[in-house]
């Protein structure tokens, strides 16, 4: 079973940037789809940014502009680049390999064992 774990988050002042690390212990071209999500205390958890088959990235509307996906398969590891951070981007991000056949959105699956995650706080 191939793991993923994430790096990369930290405290920021409003503007600043982050890239967020998702780093498999396998192959990750073993996946149709890598995405990152979030969530904020005492909010469900939420889709950021998925990358699926042929590499086409889905973004969710509340980063859009703001946030880029990328993967780098020699490193095994899938990025989250957010530029231009807000306050209400503070959460923890976690990263997962959903199964949704040739799909690859920004839903929130179901069956995911989530990872601990890494902390975005973002301050004004």
């Known amino acids: 079973q191939v793991r993923l774990m994430e790096s990369g988050g930290g405290s920021v002042q409003v503007g600043g940037a982050l890239r967020l690390s998702c780093t498999a212990s396998?192959?990750?071209?073993?996946?149709?789809?890598m995405a990152w999500y979030r969530q904020a205390p005492g909010k469900q958890r939420e889709g950021v940014a998925s990358?699926?088959?042929?590499?086409?990235?889905v973004i969710a509307d509340s980063v859009h502009g703001r946030f880029t996906i990328s993967k780098d398969r020699a490193k095994n590891t899938l990025y989250l680049q957010m530029n231009n951070l807000r306050p209400d981007d503070s959460a923890m991000y976690y990263c997962?390999?959903?199964?949704?056949?040739?799909?690859?959105?920004?839903?929130?699956?179901?069956?995911?064992?989530w990872g601990r995650g890494t902390q975005v706080t973002v301050s004004s």
């Open positions: 990358l699926g088959i042929g590499d086409w990235p």
């Open positions: 997962a390999a959903p199964d949704f056949g040739d799909y690859c959105g920004v839903d929130v699956p179901d069956n995911v064992n």
């Open positions: 396998g192959d990750i071209d073993l996946f149709n789809c």
